[in-house]
């Protein structure tokens, strides 16, 4: 069965996207920038970005029925090479004993103030 998860983002009503669907044993959470999705706000540094990204996913994988420890994959988009020394830490924060396979890449993203966006996928514990 799939089951669509929204974040309360409004790009996602205007994009036609679900922060993440759900099928079976698996959970695919699009790619989150660092807005505060309940404010509209975006911190202006990448740290706080980073930190807000992991809080937005890990919410909707806990209203999906999964938590972070079940993340075998990461997507990471920065706008910036720079920006990886700085996240790092707070990455290893959350996945250090989890340790999903994981890309970085630098790229341009939809808006100036978005410096990262993560995208994760989720594989329940049997």
């Known amino acids: ?64 029925g999964f938590s972070l420890a079940d993340v075998v994959r990461c997507h990471y988009y920065v706008t910036d090479a720079a920006f990886a020394d700085r996240v790092f830490p707070i990455l290893g924060e959350t996945f250090k004993m989890i340790r999903p396979a994981a890309t970085m890449v630098v790229c341009d993203l939809i808006r100036p103030e978005m410096l990262i966006e993560i995208e994760v996928t989720a594989l329940r514990a049997s």
């Open 1 to 64: 069965m799939r089951r669509l998860i929204s974040s309360g983002s409004p790009f996602e009503v205007t994009a036609g996207y679900s922060r993440a669907v759900v099928q079976g044993d698996w959970c695919f959470v699009s790619g989150t920038t660092g807005y505060d999705y309940t404010t509209m706000t975006m911190p202006e540094g990448v740290e706080d970005q980073a930190r807000n990204c992991l809080a937005t996913i890990g919410d909707v994988l806990q209203e999906a």
